[in-house]
T-cell receptor
Framework: DSGVTQTPKHLITATGQRVTLRCSPR?????VYWYQQSLDQGLQFLIQ?????ERAKGNILERFSAQQFPDLHSELNLSSLELGDSALYFC????????WGYGYTFGSGTRLTVV | DAKTTQPNSMESNEEEPVHLPCNHS???????IHWYRQLPSQGPEYVIH???SNVNNRMASLAIAEDRKSSTLILHRATLRDAAVYYC??????????FGKGTLLTVNP
């Protein structure tokens, strides 16, 4: 157990639907990162939140959004789902805003299948 | 982010040392060198990181060249559980880790 909790572990949904993925960071960590891993794209950074505020954006589609709540858990919302959104979604956390001197702790991921 | 170059795959035998190379010729003075690994169907796992000096922890050792243009992750005695994709990442002042394709390590019994 890495200390980062992601739910659900598996999700199967139909095209056009909307889903919410949840992440609880390791205790004491203020930064949360979301990554998408598909077979053809590898691990792609989506977005980062620090203490409730968005701090960095990567290759995140407009159909996707995220937020971090006062208790520091984060949710990634995926809407108008397409077959190509099927992927593993990982959450990671670090203690501070700039994590270059610290290791990132990843969760075990949510496997999303869009049918 | 500065780029890293790693071999696509490597093989090792169980209980032998493994040296995983990484080239990063465009590294800047403030870039940290991070290593992560990803076992099948699991999230990436932090292995080790360093800036200029060699580093050791319970999982591995990191040897950093004097000019910092290359580094080597050393697994002292490979086990079957070490079979994974290993990522060498340069972490600068921005907020994200940028993953490349990594090295697929196969450990033979």
């Amino acid at each position: 157990d890495s200390g980062v909790t992601q739910t659900p572990k598996h999700l199967i949904t139909a095209t056009g639907q909307r889903v919410t993925l949840r992440c609880s960071p390791r205790s004491g960590d203020l930064s949360v990162y979301w990554y998408q891993q598909s077979l053809d794209q590898g691990l792609q950074f989506l977005i980062q939140y620090y203490n409730g505020e968005e701090r960095a954006k990567g290759n995140i589609l407009e159909r996707f959004s995220a937020q971090q709540f006062p208790d520091l858990h984060s949710e990634l919302n995926l809407s108008s789902l397409e077959l190509g959104d099927s992927a593993l979604y990982f959450c990671a956390s670090t203690p501070f805003l700039e994590g270059w001197g610290y290791g990132y702790t990843f969760g075990s991921g949510t496997r999303l299948t869009v049918v | 982010d500065a780029k890293t170059t790693q071999p696509n795959s490597m093989e090792s035998n169980e209980e032998e040392p493994v040296h995983l190379p990484c080239n990063h010729s465009t590294i800047s003075g403030t870039d940290y060198i991070h290593w992560y690994r990803q076992l099948p169907s699991q999230g990436p796992e932090y292995v080790i990181h360093g800036l200029t000096s060699n580093v050791n922890n319970r999982m591995a050792s990191l040897a950093i060249a004097e000019d910092r243009k290359s580094s080597t992750l050393i697994l002292h005695r490979a086990t079957l559980r070490d079979a994974a994709v290993y990522y060498c990442i340069l972490k600068g002042s921005n907020y994200k880790l940028t993953f490349g394709k990594g090295t697929l390590l196969t450990v033979n019994p």
